[in-house]
């Protein structure tokens, strides 16, 4: 089945909208739990005594509700290839418990591979806002997509 974004689809200066998502309580504890068990991540009592303010999402899970709503966004029906790296990552704000993410990726720019044809990196600049309009993540880095001929191919 064809993929709709290819390289081709992307425009420098275009934003895209990654949706929303509620952040709860229990994913929170459960994620902390596996990966960051840190107490401000465990504990709402915790969270509060810390510079945090309440129970607050690992940064590291963050990233990870980032790439669920970029995956679901547009990443799953693409061709990409994956990514080369993270250029930065910054954690602005604390991610509490029942907040809403709202995220966009702006397209800041776009080059075609000189060892690979058929392959384009594109540089995007991405963010999370909380319901307050407060910037809590932003990310940057490039993704590697076919055109829509290689991946025709």
Not at 49 to 69: E, K, N, Q, V, Y
Not at 90 to 104: C, E, F, I, Y
Not at 123 to 142: A, P
């Amino acid at each position: 089945m064809p993929k709709t974004w290819s390289y081709d689809d992307f425009v420098e200066g275009a934003c895209l909208d990654l949706g929303s998502k509620r952040v709860t309580a229990e994913e929170i504890v459960a994620f902390a739990s596996e990966f960051d068990p840190q107490p401000m991540h465990l504990d709402e009592e915790a969270g509060r005594a810390s510079i945090l303010g309440g129970l607050s999402a690992s940064g590291w899970h963050t990233c990870a509700m980032f790439m669920r709503m970029l995956c679901d966004a547009f990443l799953l029906d693409s061709t990409s290839q994956g990514s080369p790296g993270i250029d930065s990552v910054k954690w602005k704000n604390p991610v509490l418990a029942g907040d809403t993410l709202s995220g966009r990726v702006t397209i800041r720019a776009k080059r075609m591979s000189k060892s690979r044809p058929g392959l384009g990196f594109v540089s995007m600049r991405s963010e999370l806002t909380n319901q307050r309009g407060e910037t809590v993540f932003e990310l940057e880095n490039s993704g590697m997509f076919l055109t829509r001929e290689a991946a025709g191919r």
